[in-house]
C-alpha cells in the first residue's frame, strides 16, 4: 500500500517566458498522454534526511523550470487535431508519498500493481488544459529506499530531451549550477518544411501505414482483447557479445544494405528478440510480421539540431516485407539484416519528406503514436501479434540521476498499459556492458518466449 502525505504545485522560481510555444510537426505525432518512468535508490538516510531530500527535490524542481520552462505550462488543443503549449507557468505537481514495503519485496521491478501505486496518476477525464506536463511521485520505503516516478507528456519530449531535462535537475539538486552549454534549445520551428508549399512525399512512408494483421482476421480486436504480462530480462555482456558473433559470422544475401559495419548491439539484441516473439506466438509460416524502430534524427539532419534543442526528435521507421517463415529459417544476420535496412532508411532527405508528410494532414490524429499510461486513446494502428515494437534506451544517460544520494540502482519504463510486443532495451546499473529487457508479451506466449530467448543464445 502506497498513501500519498502530500501534493505540491511546483512553479518555477522565477518569471519566464510566456507566451505560445509552437510544436513541431515530430511533436504533433506523438501521443499526448504522458510517458512512465521510475527512478529506484537504495537507502538515502535516515528520518530527517529523507525530509531534507524531499525539500531538496521541490527546491530544484522550481529552480530547473526556468530554463525548462514550457514544462510548467499547457497544451492547447488547435485545428486538425493539433497542440500548442501556453508558456504560463502553471507548475509541475510534485507528490510525496510512503510505503511500508522493502524494496526486495519489488522483485526485478516488473510492472505490477504495487509499481502502479509508485507512478503519478493524470485525470485524462479532465480538459487537456489542465493536466500537468511533468508530475513527480517520490516514495520513501520502509527500509530506507526511495523510488522517483514520473511522468512526462510525450507531446513535449523524447528520451533524450527528457534524459537531458532530469539531468539538469539532478544537477542543481546536489548543489551545482548549469553551465551555458547545459541550456535547452526551445525553437523548435527549426524543424518546419524547407519548402513552400510543401513538397508531396519523396519516398514510400511504410511506417504510416498499418501493419500486418494476423492471418485470416479483417481487425486485431481479438488480439487486443488477450491479457497481456511483463517481463524484466537480463543479458549479460558474453551472451550480448556471443548473439553478435553469430549475427556477424553468416552474411545474409537477401537484404540490401549500404553500410557493411558489424551489426551493433541493439541490431543483434533486437533481432534475436523478434525471432523468438515470433517463434512464441507460433503463427503460420506464411504470417507476415513487421517491427517498428524509433530513431532519433538529431545527428541525421544537415546540418545536425542544436545540441541543447528541446523536444522530440525522433520519428518511427519499420522492416520492409518479411515473413514468419523466412525469419525462423534464414540465420539471425537476415532479422538483423532487416533492422539495419529500417534504420539506414532514416537519411536527411528521408527525415524532411517525413515530415512534410506529416505536416499536409489535415488531422494529424491518425498519425499518432500509441498511448502512455492509461489514457484510453484507441490508437489507430496496433503494433501487438503479428508484429514487434523494439526501442533502444541503450546510450539514454538516465543512471547520472544523482540527487546527492548515488545513482539509481535501476531505471526504467513503467510499460503500465503498453500494447503486446512493446520492448525496450536498456543498458545495466552496472555498466559492465550487460543489458536489460523489459517487454510486455501476451501471458499465453511469454513462458514460451523466456525459454526460447535464452535457449536460443549461443553458450
Known amino acids: 500500500m502506497v498513501y500519498v502525505k502530500s501534493t505540491s504545485s511546483i512553479i518555477p522560481s522565477k518569471p519566464t517566458p510566456g507566451g505560445v510555444l509552437r510544436l513541431s510537426e515530430c511533436d504533433q505525432r506523438m501521443q499526448w498522454t504522458h510517458i512512465p518512468l521510475i527512478f529506484i535508490y537504495k537507502d538515502t538516510g535516515d528520518n530527517n534526511e529523507k525530509t531534507k531530500t524531499v525539500e531538496t527535490l521541490k527546491d530544484s524542481l522550481s529552480r530547473v523550470l526556468v530554463p525548462y520552462y514550457p514544462l510548467a505550462g499547457r497544451l492547447h488543443w488547435i485545428h486538425?487535431?493539433?497542440?500548442?503549449?501556453?508558456?504560463?507557468?502553471?507548475?509541475?505537481?510534485?507528490?510525496?508519498?510512503?510505503?511500508?514495503?522493502k524494496l526486495d519485496e519489488l522483485g526485478d521491478f516488473a510492472p505490477m500493481k504495487a509499481i502502479e501505486d509508485l507512478v503519478p496518476k493524470v485525470d485524462y477525464g479532465r480538459p487537456i488544459e489542465d493536466w500537468p506536463l511533468l508530475l513527480v511521485q517520490v516514495t520513501t520505503f520502509s527500509c530506507g529506499g526511495l523510488c522517483v516516478a514520473t511522468v512526462m507528456s510525450h507531446t513535449m519530449v523524447d528520451g533524450w530531451s527528457a534524459a537531458k531535462f532530469f539531468n539538469a535537475w539532478a544537477k542543481l539538486a546536489r548543489g551545482d549550477e548549469l553551465e551555458e552549454n547545459e541550456m535547452p534549445f526551445h525553437d523548435r520551428t527549426i524543424l518546419q518544411s524547407l519548402h513552400e508549399p510543401l513538397m508531396p512525399p519523396r519516398f514510400e512512408h511504410k511506417e504510416f501505414t498499418k501493419p500486418p494483421l494476423r492471418l485470416g482476421h479483417t481487425?486485431?480486436?481479438?488480439?487486443?482483447?488477450?491479457?497481456?504480462?511483463?517481463?524484466?530480462?537480463?543479458?549479460?555482456?558474453?551472451?550480448?557479445?556471443?548473439?553478435?558473433?553469430?549475427?556477424?559470422?553468416?552474411?545474409?544475401?537477401?537484404?540490401?544494405?549500404?553500410?557493411?559495419?558489424?551489426?551493433?548491439?541493439y541490431e543483434t539484441i533486437a533481432s534475436h528478440l523478434w525471432r523468438c516473439i515470433c517463434k512464441a506466438r507460433a503463427?503460420?509460416?506464411?504470417?507476415?510480421?513487421?517491427?517498428?524502430?524509433?530513431?532519433?534524427?538529431?545527428?541525421?539532419?544537415?546540418?545536425?539540431?542544436?545540441?541543447?534543442?528541446?523536444?522530440?526528435?525522433?520519428?518511427?521507421?519499420?522492416?520492409?516485407?518479411?515473413?514468419?517463415?523466412?525469419?525462423?529459417?534464414?540465420?539471425?544476420?537476415?532479422?538483423?539484416?532487416?533492422?539495419?535496412?529500417?534504420?539506414?532508411?532514416?537519411?536527411?532527405?528521408?527525415?524532411?519528406?517525413?515530415?512534410?508528410?506529416?505536416?499536409?494532414?489535415?488531422?494529424?490524429?491518425?498519425?499518432?503514436?500509441?498511448?502512455?499510461?492509461?489514457?484510453?486513446?484507441?490508437?489507430?494502428?496496433?503494433?501487438?501479434?503479428?508484429?514487434?515494437?523494439?526501442?533502444?534506451?541503450?546510450?539514454?544517460?538516465?543512471?547520472?540521476?544523482?540527487?546527492?544520494?548515488?545513482?539509481?540502482?535501476?531505471?526504467?519504463?513503467?510499460?503500465?498499459?503498453?500494447?503486446?510486443?512493446?520492448?525496450?532495451?536498456?543498458?545495466?546499473?552496472?555498466?559492465?556492458?550487460?543489458?536489460?529487457?523489459?517487454?510486455?508479451?501476451?501471458?499465453?506466449?511469454?513462458?514460451?518466449?523466456?525459454?526460447?530467448?535464452?535457449?536460443?543464445?549461443?553458450?
Open 283 to 459: 503463427n503460420d509460416n506464411s504470417q507476415p510480421t513487421r517491427v517498428t524502430l524509433v530513431i532519433d534524427f538529431r545527428s541525421r539532419l544537415k546540418p545536425s539540431l542544436p545540441p541543447g534543442y528541446f523536444g522530440n526528435t525522433v520519428l518511427q521507421t519499420v522492416t520492409s516485407k518479411c515473413v514468419h517463415g523466412d525469419l525462423l529459417a534464414k540465420p539471425l544476420s537476415y532479422a538483423a539484416g532487416k533492422l539495419r535496412e529500417a534504420i539506414e532508411r532514416m537519411t536527411d532527405e528521408y527525415i524532411r519528406s517525413a515530415l512534410d508528410f506529416i505536416a499536409s494532414q489535415k488531422d494529424v490524429g491518425a498519425l499518432r503514436c500509441g498511448l502512455h499510461n492509461g489514457a484510453h486513446t484507441n490508437p489507430p494502428n496496433y503494433l501487438g501479434n503479428p508484429n514487434a515494437s523494439i526501442l533502444s534506451w541503450i546510450n539514454l544517460p538516465f543512471y547520472g540521476m544523482d540527487y546527492g544520494w548515488g545513482k539509481p540502482i535501476y531505471v526504467g519504463p513503467a510499460l503500465i498499459n503498453d500494447d503486446d510486443g512493446k520492448t525496450y532495451i536498456m543498458s545495466s546499473p552496472a555498466a559492465d556492458g550487460s543489458l536489460i529487457i523489459a517487454l510486455r508479451l501476451q501471458t499465453e506466449c511469454m513462458n514460451s518466449f523466456k525459454e526460447f530467448f535464452y535457449e536460443d543464445m549461443p553458450r
Open 80 to 101: 486538425g487535431g493539433r497542440l500548442e503549449v501556453h508558456c504560463n507557468a502553471k507548475g509541475a505537481q510534485l507528490l510525496e508519498a510512503y510505503s511500508e514495503a
Open 219 to 265: 481487425d486485431a480486436n481479438e488480439e487486443k482483447k488477450k491479457e497481456t504480462c511483463v517481463a524484466i530480462l537480463k543479458v549479460t555482456k558474453e551472451q550480448v557479445e556471443g548473439l553478435r558473433k553469430k549475427a556477424n559470422a553468416i552474411p545474409c544475401q537477401d537484404v540490401e544494405m549500404v553500410s557493411t559495419r558489424p551489426y551493433s548491439r
